[in-house]
């Protein structure tokens, strides 16, 4: 009964590629995140849509871009991968709302080289 | 200046000990306040909400002062399970929910 799940769990990549990270919720929210956690373990908020509408969109290359088919899944496409991409990559989701638990899934690993 | 500090330890205690985090927040239009906890090579999950009355779950008090800008995280009788990196987060006034992370502390309870 996975709750918020992303794949792939592991990525390894050349530098220049396009890649996709894909996420998924079963928690009926209307709010998902895109974060990023670098090797100095800081969790950065990246994007978040709230019922397919980009909410928060920070100061990130555009090479990143989010998509969200419907509110159960928010996708992360990046092209021409750096090696400054390299980090663990966090999607979560939660009800709309500042007070509200975000829900985390299991990180996808990405290192490019 | 990152807007949410914390001492990244590790703090080492054994077990049993009791043993507090601290966290300051730089902007002042911050409203919700939480504690994470990070497993290594594992997601963030919420541990607690912290409450301006202060608010306590079993072994964990958490503490808000918000005319300093600082929160606390007290562990009592502390477990080897109780290690982890504890992520001070704080969100802003407004109905994103984007969450604004510290660093984390990390704790090692040793036997």
């Known amino acids: 009964d996975t709750a918020v799940s992303q794949t792939p769990k592991y990525l390894v990549t050349q530098m220049g590629n396009d890649k996709s990270i894909k996420c998924e919720q079963n928690?009926?929210?209307?709010?998902m995140y895109w974060y990023k956690q670098d090797s100095k373990k800081f969790l950065k908020i990246m994007f978040s849509?709230?019922?397919?509408?980009?909410?928060i969109n920070e100061t990130v290359p555009n090479r990143f871009s989010p998509k969200s088919p419907d509110k159960a899944h928010l996708n992360l496409h990046i092209n021409s991968l750096e090696l400054g991409d390299s980090a663990v990559y966090f999607c979560?989701?939660?009800?709309?709302?500042?007070?509200?638990?975000?829900?985390f899934g299991p990180g996808t690993r990405l290192t490019v080289l | 200046r990152k807007e949410v500090e914390q001492d990244p330890g590790p703090f080492n205690v054994p077990e049993g000990a009791t043993v507090a985090f601290n966290c300051t927040y730089s902007?002042?239009?911050?409203?919700?306040f939480f504690w994470y906890r990070q497993d290594c090579r594992k997601e963030p999950k919420l541990l607690m909400s912290?409450?301006?009355s202060g608010n306590e779950d079993g072994r964990f008090t958490a503490q808000l002062n918000r005319a300093s800008q600082y929160i606390s995280l007290l562990i009592r009788d502390s477990k080897l399970s109780d290690s982890a990196t504890y992520l001070c987060?704080?969100?802003?006034?407004?109905?994103?929910?984007?969450?604004?992370f510290g660093q984390g502390t990390t704790l090692q309870v040793k036997p």
């Open positions: 979560a989701s939660s009800p709309r709302g500042m007070y509200n638990e975000q829900f």
């Open positions: 928690l009926g929210h209307d709010t």
């Open positions: 849509y709230n019922n397919k509408e980009l909410i």
């Open positions: 902007n002042s239009a911050s409203q919700s």
């Open positions: 912290v409450y301006s």
């Open positions: 987060v704080v969100s802003r006034s407004g109905n994103t929910g984007k969450l604004i």
